[in-house]
């Protein structure tokens, strides 16, 4: 690549990621309308909060030092304090917050839809993301977990998302509180996505989601799914039977009949056997058992696609790795504040992919095979935009 190539990629890198930065904080400040103040000589719009919690969530910041920093570096007087940001957000009731958040998910999700990369039903991924909570006390809104960082407490999250290269979007997310069941949880996010006009074609999940409950929601959804078994007693004689020759790699199997007060669920078991395993004389670790609702006849007509579809759920990994880079930090006990950053997350990473759509859209490379601007470059020309607006480009 010549200086002169180079030259114009960095431009529209630039402009691309403007636009998406236009985009979002218009979203926001259209569909979480947080009120700053109703004096008349206010020093502060509801647009200078929605730059603040983005110039917050680009840095990874907590909102004391955070804003501290960004006045310095827009060498600014008139960047609003951190505990301006943190009080104004946290004043809103938590469901009115939850529910404007989710709206404003929805409009970047329809934004990437005008793409038209989401008319094809998609693979998609359902997972929770655990932020660790050291509260000494539990409440609803946290759940626990294994222990992690030292707490087995959690503000939990569980999101949808896409897992395709090139249009790998959020495309919705609820917040799991103590008492929430995963079917429910479940059938809410399906339920959202195809309210979205969003299709999925194989929904992953891992085997916390492998459960009669959730097996049954998605049937009766008429959703198909894919998912790792649980190592259940039942499962674990399956196991031996195809060991011993005498389960095939595809049969009929049913949890949940010996359970008091649990519904059966009945599901096709495949068995495959785990990669570098050959020597492995143990069944237990020499196989891995898959449950979905696929046909029979689809399953035989390509059996060696399972595992590799499978694999594509390591791409909601990748999400919550870039999910992380878009989050800012407190230590606020705050519901309504805490979905903010969380939300923020999300919305911001759409945004990014707003940004590359737009830019793979200009040199005529849609559907787009991978990102052409890195979070990196996202978070740098935001930062730029944050700054201009609060009184330096510099």
Same mark, same amino acid.
């Given at each position: *690549?010549?200086?002169?190539?180079?030259?114009?990629?960095?431009?529209?890198?630039?402009?691309?990621?403007?636009? #998406?930065?236009?985009?979002?904080?218009? $979203?926001?400040?259209?569909?979480?309308?947080?009120?700053?103040?109703?004096?008349?000589?206010?020093?502060?719009?509801?647009?200078?909060?929605?730059?603040?919690?983005?110039?917050? +969530?680009?840095?990874?910041?907590?909102?004391?030092?955070?804003?501290?920093?960004?006045?310095?570096?827009?060498?600014?007087?008139?960047?609003?304090?951190?505990?301006?940001?943190?009080?104004?957000?946290?004043?809103?009731?938590?469901?009115? *917050?939850?529910?404007?958040?989710?709206?404003?998910?929805?409009?970047?999700?329809?934004?990437?839809?005008?793409?038209?990369? !989401?008319?094809? =039903? /998609?693979?998609?991924?359902?997972?929770?993301?655990?932020?660790?909570?050291?509260?000494?006390?539990?409440? =609803?809104?946290?759940?626990?977990?294994?222990?992690?960082?030292?707490? %087995?407490?959690?503000? %939990?999250?569980?999101?949808?998302?896409?897992?395709?290269?090139?249009?790998?979007?959020?495309?919705?997310?609820?917040?799991?509180?103590?008492?929430?069941?995963?079917?429910? %949880?479940?059938?809410?996010?399906?339920?959202?996505?195809? &309210?979205?006009?969003?299709?999925?074609?194989?929904?992953?999940?891992?085997?916390?989601?492998?459960?009669?409950?959730?097996?049954?929601?998605?049937?009766?959804?008429?959703?198909?799914?894919?998912?790792?078994?649980?190592?259940?007693?039942? *499962?674990?004689?399956?196991?031996?039977?195809?060991?011993?020759?005498?389960?095939? %790699? $595809? +049969?009929?199997?049913?949890?949940?009949?010996?359970?008091?007060?649990?519904?059966?669920?009945?599901?096709? !078991?495949?068995?495959?056997?785990?990669?570098?395993?050959?020597?492995?004389?143990?069944?237990?670790?020499?196989?891995?058992?898959?449950?979905?609702?696929?046909?029979?006849?689809?399953?035989?007509?390509?059996?060696?696609?399972?595992?590799?579809?499978?694999?594509?759920?390591?791409?909601?990994?990748?999400?919550?790795?870039?999910?992380?880079?878009?989050?800012?930090?407190?230590? +606020?006990?705050?519901?309504? !504040?805490? &979905?903010?950053?969380?939300?923020?997350?999300?919305?911001?990473?759409?945004?990014? &992919?707003? #940004?590359?759509?737009?830019?793979?859209?200009?040199?005529?490379?849609? =559907?787009?095979?991978? =990102?052409?601007?890195?979070?990196? /470059?996202?978070?740098?020309?935001?930062?730029?935009?944050?700054?201009?607006?609060?009184?330096?480009?510099?």
């Amino acid at each position: *690549m010549t200086k002169s190539d180079s030259s114009v990629r960095m431009a529209h890198e630039y402009s691309a990621s403007k636009e #998406a930065f236009q985009k979002a904080t218009q $979203i926001m400040c259209r569909e979480v309308s947080i009120p700053v103040s109703e004096r008349y000589n206010a020093k502060y719009a509801e647009t200078d909060l929605h730059h603040s919690l983005i110039a917050l +969530s680009m840095e990874n910041r907590y909102a004391e030092s955070g804003m501290r920093r960004l006045s310095i570096e827009a060498s600014s007087r008139d960047v609003p304090s951190g505990s301006w940001v943190r009080d104004t957000v946290g004043r809103v009731p938590e469901k009115e *917050m939850e529910e404007k958040l989710g709206r404003a998910l929805s409009s970047t999700l329809q934004q990437v839809r005008s793409f038209r990369v !989401l008319n094809e =039903p /998609v693979v998609a991924a359902v997972d929770k993301h655990q932020i660790p909570r050291h509260d000494e006390g539990i409440e =609803p809104f946290l759940t626990r977990g294994k222990k992690k960082a030292g707490t %087995t407490k959690f503000e %939990t999250y569980a999101t949808l998302h896409c897992v395709e290269e090139g249009r790998r979007a959020q495309i919705a997310c609820e917040h799991v509180g103590f008492f929430d069941e995963n079917a429910k %949880t479940v059938e809410r996010l399906v339920t959202q996505a195809r &309210l979205e006009g969003v299709r999925i074609s194989l929904l992953l999940a891992d085997r916390e989601f492998s459960t009669s409950p959730v097996m049954n929601r998605l049937k009766r959804l008429r959703q198909t799914f894919l998912m790792p078994c649980r190592l259940t007693p039942g *499962m674990k004689l399956a196991l031996v039977e195809h060991d011993q020759g005498k389960r095939g %790699t $595809i +049969s009929q199997f049913v949890v949940g009949k010996n359970t008091a007060g649990s519904e059966p669920c009945s599901f096709t !078991l495949v068995i495959f056997p785990r990669k570098g395993s050959e020597s492995e004389r143990d069944p237990l670790r020499r196989y891995i058992p898959f449950a979905t609702n696929l046909p029979a006849g689809k399953i035989l007509w390509n059996l060696r696609r399972l595992p590799e579809d499978y694999r594509r759920r390591w791409g909601i990994e990748s999400g919550y790795a870039g999910i992380e880079q878009l989050r800012a930090r407190t230590t +606020s006990r705050n519901h309504a !504040l805490r &979905l903010t950053y969380f939300f923020y997350s999300l919305i911001l990473y759409n945004a990014w &992919l707003l #940004a590359n759509l737009t830019m793979a859209g200009r040199f005529g490379r849609l =559907p787009l095979a991978r =990102p052409m601007i890195t979070v990196q /470059v996202i978070k740098a020309v935001f930062g730029r935009m944050i700054r201009e607006a609060f009184g330096s480009g510099g």
